[in-house]
């Protein structure tokens, strides 16, 4: 998990469990851009509902996929 964090650009998160959720959380420890899908998948509704998480400077939550590619291209 931690060589495809580290060797990725950017991570956009679309739904998952447990190990979408620690590939999250190691990407924002790695300072990744992190664009999730809020309330889609156990991950997006935990990360919306995160206060610690959503504090994150990297962490971008978006309500669709196309609204996260376009983050990704600004």
């Known amino acids: 998990r931690a060589n495809i964090v580290y060797s990725a650009d950017a991570v956009v998160v679309l739904g998952g469990n447990a190990g979408t959720?620690?590939?999250?959380?190691l990407?924002?420890?790695?300072?990744?851009?992190?664009?999730?899908i809020s309330g889609y998948g156990a991950v997006?509704?935990?990360v919306s509902s995160s206060k610690n998480l959503r504090k994150n400077l990297n962490l971008k939550?978006?309500?669709?996929?196309?609204?996260?590619?376009?983050?990704?291209?600004?």
């Not at 959720?21 to 959380?25: A, G, K, N, Q």
């Not at 990407?27 to 999730?36: D, E, Q, T, W």
């Open 44 to 46: 997006g509704h935990y």
């Open 21 to 25: 959720l620690t590939e999250t959380v």
């Open 61 to 74: 939550l978006a309500q669709t996929l196309e609204e996260a590619i376009g983050n990704l291209l600004q």
């Open 27 to 36: 990407s924002l420890y790695a300072n990744k851009p992190v664009h999730i």
